[in-house]
């Protein structure tokens, strides 16, 4: 069958191309410490047959201070040139819950333009019947893989501050309610709960559906609860989250929306939780 969506596949179009050899999938299920599993943990107990498991901690920069940042184009080559993925690959992504939305983004910010998600993730793959292997992945022969220098679409805390103040972007904070009012900790040690005055809260659950088929708003109704939301779509925007993976959710939705002119505050409230110079508020 086709599948002409230049972003998402569905599970049956991925189960009639599994043995394509210029496709890889990818597993990319990450959870955060207090879920008290590993992704990898995950993909072992049962994963899409013929998955590579890629780790988020393992394309992210260790040495940066704050967590799940941008990694180098050398170290993303060197992960992804190990799955097996060459720049000519189809590479398809899934996960179980929040994340492929990153890395999909981190494909495309290092100019790999064949690169789609598993619409509805493995909740649907599973809820649908469709086999599952279990164990480590099956060894992948190596590919070269070269990232090229990423795109211009990650700014830090002081261009987020300027569109805050100037009204130049709209800034779209895909944290949770809770997270984002205050109700809740920010669920990071040593960071402020609350939002960024002027923030928009779009939280990534209203943009996924959370029920079976567990599947991607279309972009009209995506729209919809953008505008219901309160952002303002007609400037450019700038999207934020906890720590930079559900921002990608809102690039990820824009995007298919056919609005281009986003970018992701890539330390997000990890790290403007923690500078006393930056203004907060609670609700």
Known sequence: MTDPDPHLVSPEWLAENLDRPDLVVVDCSWFVPEFEKTGRGEFENGHIPGAQFLDLDAISDARAPNVNMLCSPEQFAAEAGALGIANETEVIIYDAVYVSAR??????????????????????????????????????????????????????????????????????????????????????????????????????QDLIRQEAPFTFLAPDAARACFEAAGADLSRPVIATCGSGVTACIIAFQLDRMGKRDWKIYDASWHEWGQRADLPKESL
């Open 103 to 204: 890395v999909w983004w981190m494909f495309r910010l290092f100019s790999h333009d064949r690169v789609r998600i598993l619409d509805g993730g493995l909740r649907r793959w599973t809820a649908e019947g469709r086999a599952l292997a279990s164990g480590p992945a099956l060894p992948a022969t190596p590919a070269r893989y070269d990232a090229r220098p990423p795109a211009d679409e990650v700014v830090g805390w002081a261009p987020v501050l300027d569109a805050l103040q100037s009204g130049s972007h709209s800034v779209l904070d895909a944290r949770t309610p809770g997270r984002f009012t205050g109700e809740m900790s920010s669920g990071y040690p040593g960071v402020a709960g609350g939002h960024m005055p002027g923030a928009v809260n779009v939280s990534w």
